[in-house]
Structures are given as structure tokens and as C-alpha cells.
């Protein structure tokens, strides 16, 4: 919101396919699953749908309230949005834009979710990099396709059981 305030949204819908389809890189993506309730994500607050496009007032006063507020056209992702003031965050320059970035605890990580199409090496890598920083809490799921459904199946391992997998 004019170069002042940054959003992070998450979502309460795990495993939906649409989900995946849009945001998941078509199933070759993540998800990363967070403890709600952890003090690092204080603030964080459901998206009100609408069909009504909110107004900020021309002091920016609301602005904050008015980044909680989507199309009702999304109401099934199930949205949830935490804000921060830009001037409190890391910037990193990617391709010539700045990236904001507030490091969340480690502790309020509780899993990674692998789409059923994402890549064996990658999931190695992920894994590798959680060991390396001492995050053997962080579950690894992994989604597959369902046989007889529309939906996932999660088969879920430990970040070491990885390292025992030929590859």
C-alpha cells in the first residue's frame, strides 16, 4: 500500500486442487504450514470478502483494514492475511525489484507440503536445507493423486527418513 505496508496471505484450505492449480506452480510447489496460534504470526487476520471494493480515506488511515478485504469471487480460498510496515523489513533486490522480507520464527513452521508433481531432487534439497538449520520438527508431506476421487492422498515422512531414499 504505497510503498508502506506489505501483506503475507495464507490460506486454511490444505489440499484443495484449485489451490494447487493456482498457486502451487500446477502441483509442483509447495506448501509451508504454519502454527497459527505462535506469537510470530500475532496480528494475523481473516479476509472479509465482499462485493464491494473497499475506499481508503485520503490520510491512508484505513488502509490497513481495507488490505482485509477481497472479491467475494475468492470466499473459497479461505484467506488470511498478516501486514507489516515495509520500513520494518529485509529487502533483497530480485531482478531490479525490492523483495520485503520478515524472517517468521523457525519454531512456528510445522510442515512443507510437496505437490504430487514436484520434483524428487527439490524435495531432497528442501529436506537437506531443514536438517542443516536444525528443523527436524518440520514435518514433509508429499501429495499424490487419488484413484478413485478428485483428491489427495498426503503420505507424510520425517526430514532424515529422506536421506535413507536411493536418489
Not at 23 to 45: N, P, Q, T, W
Not at 120 to 131: E, H, T
Request: hydrophobic share 35%.
Amino acid at each position: 500500500m504505497h510503498n508502506t505496508i506489505g501483506v503475507a496471505c495464507f490460506t486454511s484450505v490444505k489440499n484443495g486442487p484449485l489451490m494447487w492449480a493456482h498457486y502451487g506452480d500446477k502441483h509442483k510447489g509447495v506448501m509451508l504450514c504454519f502454527d497459527s496460534k505462535h506469537s510470530a504470526l500475532h496480528g494475523l487476520r481473516p479476509v472479509n470478502y465482499s462485493r464491494a471494493r473497499p475506499c481508503v480515506d485520503s490520510e491512508g488511515s484505513n488502509a490497513g483494514e481495507a488490505l482485509l478485504v477481497k472479491s467475494s469471487v475468492w470466499k473459497r480460498e479461505k484467506e488470511w492475511r498478516l501486514t507489516a510496515q515495509l520500513s520494518q523489513c529485509e529487502v533483497k533486490m530480485m531482478s531490479g525489484v525490492p523483495v520485503y522480507i520478515q524472517r517468521p520464527n523457525r519454531e512456528c513452521f510445522v510442515s512443507i507440503t510437496f505437490g504430487c508433481r514436484a520434483d524428487d531432487a527439490f524435495i531432497r534439497a528442501v529436506a537437506n536445507g531443514l536438517r542443516q538449520w536444525n528443523m527436524k520438527h518440520c514435518r514433509l508431506r508429499r501429495l499424490h493423486l487419488c484413484e478413485k476421487t478428485y483428491s489427495f492422498k498426503v503420505r507424510e515422512t520425517m526430514v532424515e527418513d529422506l536421506f535413507q531414499l536411493k536418489g
